[in-house]
């Protein structure tokens, strides 16, 4: 990889929180504006946002490189490619997305129109996670922005390069009454949180995202929380093998498994157990290590993010070993450049952390089963998971398990591209989440779907009910519970 630009490579700059009530107010003001915006103008703001990044593409290769060695390639898929197909979906559609939306008339309130009418919420705060510090900073602004709102952007401190490079990126690209970028840790996120928001964006841990909900609600604000959990991936004895294994390892391992959708745990029936697993080591050695070197050596992995982060997966790696996980691939770590080599490890007891907490790491614990019913048990008996992978031939079982198990999403005979799709709506239920992301779902998260009825000056069919409630009143509303 190149140089890192000295533009970027600075430490990320801390907000004064000291600074945010006048902050707040500004854009609190300018939100009036923007709430009256036609599509045209939204859509200018965003196609200028999508110009940059197709301008400045090698400055985000470059700072997410610095954070923690993740491959260009890699960049461009998950964090460019991803965010200009959200704005460009949007950009297409905010035209309609932003019209009225008309809806029935019952016959009680004939003579009567109804539609839904979005409009703008306000002033949004946008919290933005490290494993994708570009892109899910980007999708939420794209919505926020499409909606008519000014937004408070913060990204994480984990990764400052990519946390200073979006900041520039902000106060290049809009009016700084408009958007604003805050810096910094756990201090700042506090101080913003107290403020009166109109909704929150946030995503990252099922922990954080309990206290931003708390916070939320000192205001009564609205949340989107896009969190995580243990992602399963269930594997029957129908399933395309190799096809499956390939898919696996590209999903679990992509930013070194930091990766809120990645699968989390490995469910394989005890017939293809030993194939399968014979696959997974084929396909590692295929995308990350094709010439024999070691992984450690391929330029197609990323760096866990920290050395908090190294240890917390590595102790978890190592306590699955002790209580008697074999080893089955993998197991390498390095603590002088946070390395944690592709591991899958079977036979993992019960009682090890790592069918417990969410891993966010490239290690793949895995246990076999007899029967689908025993294996959607397992799922079921677990935090309701961001997203479940189903590799199956068999229309029956598919059909089986997507009515028995619920997930934010399902992906089948694949992992994690449902989240690229732009029609699809994004999110978790439960301990993975709330609300929605994403395409028109983002744009009505961060919109009021106002309720609006015209009725005709001097007619109501609701007359005919008014008091006094004398007994022609009474038969006509005996006549209308009948009717409906």
């Not at 080599?341 to 614990?365: H, M, N, R, S, Y």
């Not at 000056?457 to 006509?476: D, E, R």
């Amino acid at each position: 990889m190149e140089t890192l630009d000295t533009s970027i490579a600075a430490a990320s700059a801390t907000f004064d929180p000291a600074a945010l009530p006048e902050l707040f107010g500004r854009l609190k003001t300018r939100s009036e504006v923007l709430r009256r915006e036609k599509a045209s103008e939204r859509i200018a703001r965003l196609r200028q946002l999508s110009q940059w990044i197709e301008n400045n593409r090698t400055r985000i290769q470059q700072a997410m490189y610095a954070d923690f060695r993740k491959p260009p390639e890699e960049v461009d898929m998950s964090e460019i490619y991803v965010s200009q197909v959200e704005l460009k979906h949007t950009m297409q559609h905010l035209g309609k997305w932003m019209k009225p939306r008309r809806v029935g008339t019952p016959l009680a309130m004939m003579g009567a129109k109804g539609w839904v009418q979005p409009e703008s919420k306000g002033v949004v705060l946008i919290i933005a996670p490290w494993n994708y510090p570009f892109y899910l900073a980007v999708d939420p602004l794209t919505s926020a922005l499409a909606a008519g709102n000014c937004c408070i952007l913060k990204p994480s401190e984990m990764t400052p390069a990519t946390s200073a490079l979006i900041r520039q990126m902000v106060e290049e690209v809009f009016d700084p009454s408009e958007v604003v970028v805050c810096e910094g840790d756990k201090d700042v996120s506090t101080a913003l949180l107290k403020l009166p928001f109109d909704h929150i964006f946030f995503t990252g841990s099922p922990q954080v995202g309990k206290i931003v909900m708390r916070a939320a609600a000192e205001h009564l604000t609205s949340v989107t929380l896009e969190l995580g959990g243990k992602s399963p991936v269930l594997v029957d004895e129908t399933a395309h093998l190799r096809d499956a294994a390939e898919k696996i390892v590209w999903g679990k391992f992509l930013n070194a498994g930091q990766t809120c959708v990645a699968p989390d745990y490995l469910l394989v029936h005890e017939k293809v157990r030993d194939k399968l697993i014979d696959e997974i080591r084929a396909a590692t050695r295929r995308l990350h290590d094709p010439t024999g070197e070691g992984v450690q050596q391929s330029n197609t992995f990323a760096r866990i993010v920290n050395k908090h982060h190294f240890q917390r997966v590595s102790k978890l790696l190592e306590e699955g070993q002790r209580l008697g996980g074999i080893l089955e691939m993998g197991g390498i770590v390095d603590s002088s450049e946070n390395f944690i080599e592709p591991t899958l490890l079977a036979e993992v007891p019960p009682e090890a952390g790592l069918w417990k907490e969410e891993i966010f790491g490239p290690v793949l614990p895995l246990r076999t089963y007899r029967t689908l019913m025993e294996a959607v048990d397992f799922i079921n008996d677990r935090p309701r998971p961001l997203a479940l992978y189903l590799f199956s031939r068999s229309a029956e079982n598919r059909r089986y398990v997507l009515l028995r198990a619920p997930a934010g999403g399902v992906s089948i005979n694949d992992t994690i591209i449902h989240l690229m799709h732009p029609e699809l709506p994004f999110g978790g239920l439960g301990n993975s989440g709330m609300g929605r992301a994403h395409g028109r779902y983002g744009f009505d998260s961060f919109s009021n779907l106002k309720a609006v009825l015209r009725q005709r000056i001097g007619q109501t069919s609701i007359k005919l009910l008014y008091p006094p409630y004398t007994p022609k009143v009474k038969q006509m509303m005996e006549m209308v519970m009948k009717w409906f």
